[in-house]
């Protein structure tokens, strides 16, 4: 009985985070994540009732049981492979910093982007000969590319314009950083940061390691903590999706 209220419980969890994921209005539908969460401990809860998991062929219990733990390990290595990148603060100056691009809105960068360009703000400041690029294409749901977006807000706070370039036709992290190294060009002995997300510079770190020579240094942005979960979730998939990349 106490087990079949955990489940309960985790099934509200699921759904009130769901709402909340909705209700911010990202433009992404990560909340679905959590929707198939409430799901899948819905179906714990109705298996674990009138001894029904009991009855499944035992064979089935273990393959089951094997692919949740294998899942499970799987995420838990990504997980820890995030953390251990949340601190990241890059070294002195840099001679590049490549700020990957996120949502723009009409008002502005959204708050994940704004605390990536917030953090590249920093850094510009206490290290006035690094050069900063902007990554990003133009979005569907987005009036400007999210390069010029990110360029326009630096400025606006105080950066010298010729200070930062603006890459304009990335649409993913992976292109984010193939085009900046790109912008770069291709000259050893240099030095760059990779700013993002603190859950996002692992991945960051990483795809820029496999795809230049240069010492390649992550800067991580804050993250707002209650949605650090949903983050964290969806950038499991990404390094899922990146994985055969990251691991040649």
């Known amino acids: 009985m106490k087990k079949r209220l955990i489940w309960l419980l985790l099934i509200g969890i699921c759904l009130l985070y769901s709402g909340s994921i909705y209700f911010v209005g990202s433009g992404t539908f990560s909340f679905v994540i959590w929707l198939i969460g409430a799901l899948f401990f819905g179906t714990i809860f109705w298996f674990s009732g009138k001894d029904r998991w009991k009855r499944v062929p ?8 094997v692919c ?13 492979a995030m953390i251990s990148h949340f601190n990241d603060k890059g070294q002195d100056d840099l001679d590049y910093i490549v700020v ?11 708050i994940i982007f704004k605390y990536r360009l917030d953090a ?30 990110g360029k326009e807000y630096l400025v606006s706070k105080g950066i010298v314009e010729n200070r930062i370039i603006a890459e304009t036709n990335a649409v993913d992290t992976v292109q984010n950083i193939a085009n ?12 760059i ?18 795809l ?12 707002v903590p209650w949605y650090l979960p949903n983050n964290m979730v969806r950038e499991c998939f990404g390094i899922f999706r990146d994985l055969k990349k990251l691991m040649s």
């Open 68 to 80: 949740i733990a294998a899942i499970m390990v799987a995420f838990m290595l990504c997980i820890i």
């Open 120 to 149: 590249a703000y920093d850094y510009l400041i206490q290290n006035p000969d690094t050069v900063c690029i902007v990554s990003g294409a133009k979005g569907n749901n987005e009036s400007v590319s999210e390069g010029e977006g």
């Open 193 to 210: 940061g990779v700013v993002t997300n603190n859950f996002h510079v692992f991945r960051g770190v990483h795809l820029a390691r496999k």
């Open 180 to 191: 900046s190294l790109e912008i770069i060009g291709d000259r050893d002995g240099l030095t």
């Open 58 to 65: 035992i064979l089935v219990r273990r393959i089951v049981n």
């Open 100 to 110: 990957l691009g996120a949502q723009m809105r009409n008002s502005g960068p959204s």
């Open 212 to 223: 230049t020579d240069n010492e390649v240094y992550g800067i991580a942005a804050y993250t």
